[in-house]
Every structure is written in C-alpha cells, then in structure tokens.
C-alpha cells in the first residue's frame, strides 16, 4: 500500500470497527473508500483468481499490539482495534464476511496462535507442520475465501503460511489421476476445529470428488489429514495430488501488516513447524472469512446474520 494511503485506511479500519455487530451494509459500503487500486485489485481477483490462487496486500496498518495471546479462542484485542476494521473492510470487499457457530464460538475475526499444550493439534493452535487443506472442507458451505493478516512473525521466522493451487498442480498430473480425483469416491472427516471437546467417533462427509469444475480451470476440495478413499485408486490419486501440491507450493512469511487473500476453492493452505516460546511475542495472525452470499434461508435461522447455523439445523433445512 502506498504510504500516503496507510492513514486514511487507518482511519477508515477504526470506523469500520465500531461497526462490527450493526448492519451488515455499513462496512460493505465503507469498503468502497479503500483506496481505489486497492480496490480494483480485489476486484479482480473475484472476478478471475489468478493461477495461484492468492493475491498479498501489502502495508495495512496493524495498530498497537499488546503480546500474542496464550489461550484459544481469546482475542486481546478492544473494541475499534485498526486491525479488526481493516479486515472486515476487506472481508466485505470480496463478499461477506461470516463465521460458524460451531468454531471458536461463532467469531468472525478469529486470533491465530499458538497455545501451549496443544501443539500437535492440526488446528490453528498448534505449532507442528499442518499440511494442505482447502478451509473446512468438509463443510456444505466452504467459505469462498480466507485471508489471513500477520501481526507477529516467529521468533525464528520460520513458521510460514503454505500456499498451492489445484490449477497449477494438475499440470503435473497425468490424465487418470485426474479423472480419478473426479470421482466421488473420497470422503472428509470433519474439521478438528468444529469438533472440539466432543467424543465418539469423528464425523466424516458424504462421499464427494477431490477436484471438480472446468478441465482449464479446476476447483479443490482437499485435506491431505482428512481426505481418505476406500478405493486403491483413490489413495494413489491423492498421493499423487498431495506429491504436485508439494512441488507448485509458495511458502510465505507474514510479515505484520501484510495479508494474503487465498480463494479456498483454486487453493489449499497450510503452515510449516515452528517452537513457539509463550512469551507473548509467538507467532500471530488473524484470519477471516468471506463467502459471496448466504442462503436466506440459512440467515433466518440464525440468531446472527454473520454466523452459519450449527451444521445438524443446515441439515435439516436444506436435506
């Protein structure tokens, strides 16, 4: 971002913050004020993703900082905090931004950290390597994007948000892989995320395809910790798949202030290990989602029009 811009997007991130929690139009029409080749960037990136499925804005303002927080789901951070403004501006200019009921409450800003004793969980309060996974994937309702705002680095600079595009992977692969990895012959289990604290078995999806859309332009629905096949051929595919993801992947430090866009249908993200320290300077980001729009009918049954109902009310309005 150019510098002279960062203190009117500093001011409009403060506004926008207070209207967090009031009519969802505020902030989609306060976004029109972001600067405008901010704006026709994002733009375009709706329109067309790009082969790699994610765009970097650079130079947002962060604010103060007070140290990262230690406990999940916390957030530090007060009310018409820049930071929590900027994001929703943005959130709104690729669609709306929304939450699940079922995850971290029902937060629509949401702290990425790391949480001490919960470092090999495959969430975002681990700190072990969290491999390639397309945002809640095994949810109806995918967000249609992700982003994610650095506030701290790691103390080492190693921990990096890993970023690869099914477009740019299926180059690699040959013809049968592919269709095959068209097949609904896969199945996801649900994310760790929406299922914590609770017991039994780990709920898993309906039988669904690992890529889909056009033959020039794919789509991805992928978690190479949770997406599995009964199918000899299926497990060879994803290998395959996870092999090519591996091979086109763009690994990038955050660094605060920066924030990459991900389109969560072309690209699957991921992060590298990293030993966090629990000193309040670990590593930080936040991160948001954003969907382009929610059924109606989801909205009325929702006690907040920014929150998906939990997935047992979605499915029996839409089964």
Not at 21 to 32: E, F, N, P, Y
Not at 187 to 192: E, I, K, R, T, Y
Request: glycine fraction near 8%; charge should be negative.
């Amino acid at each position: 971002m150019k510098p002279e811009d960062m203190a009117a997007v500093e001011s409009l991130g403060v506004y926008a913050s207070f209207l967090l929690g009031h009519d969802v139009d505020d902030i989609k029409a306060l976004s029109s004020q972001l600067p405008g080749y901010v704006n026709e960037y994002v733009d375009d990136f709706v329109s067309e993703p790009n082969d790699f499925g994610f765009i970097l804005i650079n130079g947002l303002p962060v604010g103060e900082l007070p140290p990262t927080p230690f406990a999940y789901g916390a957030s530090p951070l007060p009310d018409g905090h820049v930071s929590s403004g900027v994001m929703a501006l943005v959130a709104e200019r690729l669609g709306q931004l929304f939450g699940y009921s079922e995850e971290k409450q029902g937060a629509t800003l949401q702290e990425v950290h790391p949480v001490k004793g919960e470092e090999t969980r495959l969430e975002n309060s681990g700190s072990v390597a969290f491999d390639f996974h397309t945002e809640n994937s095994h949810h109806p309702f995918r967000p249609d994007y992700l982003a994610l705002l650095g506030m701290r680095t790691d103390h080492d600079r190693v921990g990096v948000t890993r970023v690869s595009s099914v477009r740019r992977a299926v180059r690699l692969l040959d013809t049968s892989t592919v269709r095959t990895l068209r097949k609904p012959i896969f199945q996801s289990l649900f994310a760790n995320s929406f299922i914590r604290g609770s017991s039994g078995e780990h709920p898993k999806t309906h039988p669904h395809s690992v890529v889909f859309g056009a033959s020039d332009k794919p789509l991805i629905r992928f978690n190479s910790h949770h997406t599995g096949s009964n199918e000899p051929e299926g497990r060879k595919a994803l290998h395959e798949l996870t092999a090519a993801l591996e091979e086109v992947c763009v690994d990038l430090l955050l660094e605060p202030g920066q924030m990459v866009v991900v389109d969560n249908h072309v690209a699957v993200h991921g992060r590298s290990n990293f030993t966090p320290r629990y000193d309040g300077e670990d590593r930080w980001l936040r991160r948001f989602y954003s969907i382009q729009s929610i059924p109606r009918a989801l909205r009325k049954i929702s006690s907040n029009e920014r929150v998906l109902p939990r997935l047992d009310e979605i499915s029996t309005t839409f089964s």
